[in-house]
């Protein structure tokens, strides 16, 4: 751990932090909008990070990944909205929906242990599917989820006295709810970060990425491959649970289109546009296809309307296109994403 | 010699029609270097799979060290300490040579997910104690300056070295090697001989499946001979050498 404590390393750490504090202020000279897009960058990031460990680390393909963030969203919305009348802090809520969400992620894992690339990318997308439609319908016999309506007027986080929506005073500074919201997800960010450096550098970690490179040799050293794949599910859904309660209670507002198959697979090419099980990578694969795809929708119609004089292709298709152009360059010249993984020379000498 | 360490009785297996073992008992004692040679097909790999709960045997069972093995999970044989190689080599291939024998520490340590997450004392003393222990067997193995290489980046004989590595990483009482000489040349071939010697010598008894006669006959103290799945003779090596059936399932009758 010494090697974090060179000037040049604390110079670095000292930037970075002065950056990320400065980064809301930055961005609402162009609007609270911006603000509410580096916020959704970090969620965005939280979903990338948790997929990464069961698609990059363990290797297991899951299409269904946005399951999670809903269940994670309605626990919170259920929990804390005037539907049902309850209104817990959100210290509670965040915890257990990621409990729950742990319990998705074995309940979808259990009936899925065999199953490997192309099955198991099926069964997962179902399985996405399904809770979506669940949400859809649960509004009878017992209205348990308001069908399509979804939930609205969900408490936003507070602590204490100190909420986070809405504009408030501190220490003469003014700040709006989508920069309060941006300080606590920079935090959870952090922990989640560190959460999944720690993971990976571990005995569970490793046993990870033995059982995505070989699951035969994995059995043979002696990995019950049984527990550590279903504990990659429930790691991964667990992450993907906190971005939905923070999503919900941000937003003040969930329904089930939020959940569609179309964003477990965004958040899957994060992961590889990114690099697979590179944490930096997915990082920034996770960022840049959250603020690039928002970035064209306010440039392209002004740039159009600039050189042609009027709207020529609808922003929002060109997106589409744009995003799948990305995709398919990235795939052909960098396949191992943007951010790969270097080939690791490790210091010996640190434990040695 | 002591008792047996593995008795296997009546361990039968077939596929469909085909049966690749058919009552095959024979029992491996402490501390020997025990071979298991036979023709192509014979169901020498077979065996290796039953006995590590890769497949589950139609019929028969093993003993393992005193207690019936169950072979239906892999990971308990490991448990139990039975270490295998395969055939064909099967590294973590993207991961260094040292990371590949600290996952064969895994069932040896018991870090959790709270403690990677909390880097507690324990765990870290754990992990610094699976780091060490990993590189002392690549030193034992004699490929420590690939430490840091990727497993797939290892020359063919430095994969083989790898993979007994990472068995010996899991402390096995019985270390099974499933033709490690395959493919190697007659400098490889010696030195792999002296290796195996020396893991027996340092306490670990060896199951040895392979095909380099002279190396089995020249390593073993014990040798058994399966013909279609069936145990020809199990005998000192100077016995089974001279053995009619032994030189007709070989040679052909």
């Known amino acids: ?352 | 010699m002591a008792e047996a360490l593995l008795e296997a009785c009546a361990v039968a297996k077939h596929f469909g029609g085909v049966k690749a073992l058919r009552d095959v008992s024979i029992s491996i004692r402490r501390g020997e270097i025990y071979g298991l040679i036979g023709p192509n097909g014979a169901g020498k790999t077979t065996f290796f799979n039953c006995m590590t709960g890769l497949y589950i045997p139609d019929g028969g069972g093993f003993v393992f060290d005193g207690a019936p093995l169950l072979a239906d999970a892999p990971h308990q044989a490991a448990e139990r300490g039975i270490a295998r190689t395969f055939q064909n080599i099967r590294l973590f291939a993207n991961m260094t040579a040292l990371e590949n024998v600290m996952v064969g520490r895994h069932v040896r340590t018991k870090a959790s997910v709270l403690g990677a997450m909390l880097q507690n004392a324990a765990t870290k003393a754990e992990e610094a104690a699976i780091r060490q222990r990993a590189m002392d067997l690549l030193h034992y193995v004699r490929i420590e300056e690939r430490a840091d290489d990727l497993a797939k980046n290892l020359s063919y004989g430095d994969q083989r070295r790898l993979e007994i590595a990472r068995a010996l990483a899991t402390e096995p009482k019985l270390l099974c090697l499933d033709e490690p000489a395959a493919g190697m040349n007659g400098t490889e071939t010696a030195e792999l001989r002296e290796l195996i010697d020396g893991i027996r010598r340092d306490g670990t008894t060896i199951l040895l499946i392979e095909h380099d006669v002279k190396l089995v006959m020249g390593l073993c103290d014990r040798v058994a001979v399966l013909d279609y799945g069936a145990l020809i003779i199990e005998d000192v090596p100077a016995v089974v050498q001279k053995d009619q059936r032994v030189i007709e399932a070989y040679l052909g009758a």
């Open chain 1, 1 to 352: 751990m010494s090697k974090w404590l060179t000037p040049r390393s604390l110079l670095g750490v000292v930037l970075i932090g002065a950056a990320l504090v400065a980064l809301p202020f930055v961005a609402a000279m162009g609007g609270q909008a911006w603000v509410r897009i580096l916020n959704f960058a970090i969620l965005y990031v939280f979903l990338a990070l948790g997929l990464n460990i069961v698609v990059g680390f363990a290797g297991l393909l899951d299409l269904g990944y946005i399951a999670f963030y809903a269940v994670g969203a309605y626990v919170y919305a259920l929990l804390a909205s005037p539907h049902f009348g309850l209104h817990w802090p959100f210290w509670v809520i965040l915890p257990l929906g990621a409990l729950v969400t742990c319990f998705f992620g074995v309940l979808l894992g259990s009936p899925t242990l065999k199953l490997r690339g192309d099955y198991l990318a099926i069964v997962t997308l179902g399985f996405g599917e399904i809770i979506r439609i669940f949400l859809n319908n649960l509004n009878a016999p017992i209205n348990v989820t308001n069908g399509a309506q979804g939930i609205t007027l969900i408490d936003p986080v507070a602590i204490g006295g100190f909420k986070f929506a809405g504009t408030t005073q501190v220490l003469g500074v003014s700040l709006s709810g989508p920069q309060k919201y941006y300080y606590l997800l920079i935090v959870l960010a952090i922990l989640v970060i560190i959460i999944n450096l720690r993971l990976q550098h571990s005995r569970i970690g490793r046993a990870w990425q033995a059982i995505r490179e070989d699951e035969i040799a994995a059995k043979a050293v002696g990995i019950n491959t049984r527990n550590i794949k279903l504990l990659a599910f429930a790691m991964g859904a667990s992450f993907g649970g906190v971005a939905g309660g923070i999503f919900s209670a941000m937003q003040g507002f969930v329904s089930p289109e939020s959940f569609s198959l179309v964003e477990s697979i965004s958040i899957l090419s994060m992961v590889v546009l990114g690099g697979m099980g590179h944490i930096p990578g997915v990082i920034l694969g996770a960022v840049l296809l959250t603020i690039l795809p928002e970035a064209l929708r306010y440039g392209v119609g002004p740039i159009q309307v600039a050189l042609f004089g009027k709207m020529l292709v609808d922003p929002e298709s060109l997106r589409m296109l744009i995003f799948g152009l990305a995709l398919v360059l990235v795939m052909r010249f960098k396949p191992a994403g943007l951010w790969p993984s270097p080939e690791r020379k490790r210091e010996l000498q640190e434990v040695l």
